[in-house]
């Protein structure tokens, strides 16, 4: 069985270690079975807005969530790093990682967002947008057959 690929935007990734919640329970205890990738805008913004915040956080702090992030998720690169032909330049960068291809030819099942814009898109190429929850609740994290 193949775990399911999915991308979370960096808003996902704020919330699950900023806020103790229902996004913090999905990514700690739903999202384990998934390869999660994310690009380096995603991990730069997340960065910023730790630093940035009202979080609180120190130095040490943000430095062990970044480590953690990427000890949970594949960092990759697409080529472009932005997608030219997405309508919404801000998202641009997960318009690219959306349609990425993996060196196996797979790509990402699954964008999982908080961003109501992406999420009236429902999808970019094959990769279908969610909500964290909806995509936990539907069972889609689960391995396929």
Same mark, same amino acid.
């Given at each position: 069985?193949?775990?399911?690929?999915?991308?979370?935007?960096?808003?996902?990734?704020?919330?699950?270690?900023?806020?103790?919640?229902?996004?913090?329970?999905?990514?700690?205890?739903?999202?384990?079975?998934?390869?999660?990738? !994310?690009?380096?805008? /995603? +991990?730069?913004?997340? %960065?910023?807005?730790?630093? =940035?915040? #009202?979080?609180?956080? *120190?130095?040490?702090?943000?430095?062990? !969530?970044?480590?953690? /992030? +990427?000890?949970?998720? %594949?960092?990759?690169?697409? =080529?472009? #790093?932005?997608?030219? *032909?997405?309508?919404?330049?801000?998202?641009?960068?997960?318009?690219? +990682?959306?349609?990425?291809?993996?060196?196996?030819?797979?790509?990402?099942?699954?964008?999982?967002?908080?961003?109501?814009?992406?999420?009236?898109?429902?999808?970019?190429?094959?990769?279908?947008?969610?909500?964290?929850?909806?995509?936990?609740?539907?069972?889609?994290?689960?391995?396929?057959?």
């Amino acid at each position: 069985m193949d775990p399911r690929i999915v991308v979370v935007d960096a808003n996902i990734l704020i919330s699950a270690y900023g806020f103790d919640g229902e996004v913090r329970r999905y990514w700690r205890e739903s999202l384990w079975g998934c390869k999660v990738v !994310i690009s380096p805008e /995603i +991990l730069i913004e997340v %960065e910023s807005r730790l630093r =940035n915040s #009202a979080f609180n956080l *120190s130095g040490q702090e943000i430095k062990a !969530i970044l480590l953690d /992030i +990427l000890h949970r998720c %594949e960092l990759v690169r697409p =080529n472009p #790093a932005r997608d030219p *032909s997405f309508k919404n330049a801000k998202d641009s960068h997960l318009a690219a +990682l959306a349609q990425y291809k993996l060196p196996n030819g797979a790509s990402p099942e699954f964008l999982l967002t908080g961003d109501e814009a992406l999420l009236q898109e429902r999808k970019i190429g094959t990769c279908e947008i969610l909500r964290i929850g909806e995509f936990c609740n539907l069972g889609k994290h689960l391995p396929q057959n």
